[in-house]
């Protein structure tokens, strides 16, 4: 059971260029949502979606877009990276939206140039 | 404006002793609490939580207090254990579903035990 899965560990970019952070989970957990964390200021969340085909933002969702075209993945796309992208990201899942704990991903760090 | 408060960035605790982490918290719409550990280079992972119909929950050498009229959380650990080093993170939830299975987090405590 590999849980929650994210690709890639780590990836450094220039400023104005586009990449996808991707993100898969095994345990048809209905619930994921994407978080950056920075220093000091703890996990916030980005996006978040309770479903195929349903997606909606979190607290910082600008810069950031999502979709949700099946149950298992979750990617998270930078369509122009800017150094204040410069964060690590987790992927998290749960059961479902009544379920409160998150199992998160291991971690993507980004560096943006 | 963080809704959810660490306010000690570090906590360094002999092997044995009590390592006590405190969270602040200003949104009074909160009625669920957890706590996270993460060591480097890994997701944070579960570690307890409470609701806010309880005061107190333990789970092994973890203890979660809380105090809904100061809007505050602590957890316990005794006796810490050198493999209890790593960031702590306090995070909170509301119930009221409408607003999606969010958690707000605070800034996280890095606790080192020393042998």
């Known amino acids: 059971n590999a849980g929650v899965t994210q690709t890639p560990k780590f990836q450094v970019l220039k400023t104005g260029q586009s990449m996808t952070l991707q993100c898969a989970q095994d345990m048809n957990h209905e619930y994921m949502s994407w978080y950056r964390q920075d220093p000091g200021m703890g996990l916030r969340l980005i996006h978040y979606?309770?479903?195929?085909?349903?997606?909606d933002q979190g607290e910082v969702p600008n810069g950031y877009n999502v979709s949700r075209s099946t149950t298992e993945d979750f990617p998270l796309r930078l369509l122009s990276a800017a150094p204040s992208q410069t964060s690590v990201y987790f992927c998290?899942?749960?059961?479902?939206?009544?379920?409160?704990?998150?199992?998160f991903g291991a971690g993507s760090r980004l560096t943006v140039l | 404006d963080q809704q959810v408060k660490q306010n000690s960035p570090s906590l360094s605790v002999q092997e044995g002793r009590i390592s006590i982490l405190n969270c602040d918290y200003t949104?009074?719409?909160?009625?669920?609490f957890l706590w996270y550990k993460k060591y480097p280079a890994e997701g944070p992972t579960f570690l307890i939580s409470i609701s806010s119909i309880k005061d107190k929950n333990e789970d092994g050498r973890f203890t979660v207090f809380l105090n809904k009229s100061a809007k505050h959380l602590s957890l316990h650990i005794v006796p810490s254990q050198p493999g209890d080093s790593a960031v702590y993170f306090c995070?909170?939830?509301?119930?009221?579903?409408?607003?999606?299975?969010?958690?707000?987090f605070g800034g996280g405590t890095r606790v080192l035990v020393k042998p």
């Open positions: 949104n009074s719409m909160f009625d669920y």
């Open positions: 979606s309770v479903g195929a085909g349903i997606t």
């Open positions: 995070a909170a939830t509301t119930s009221i579903k409408a607003a999606g299975n969010k958690l707000t």
């Open positions: 998290a899942s749960s059961l479902d939206m009544r379920a409160n704990v998150l199992t």
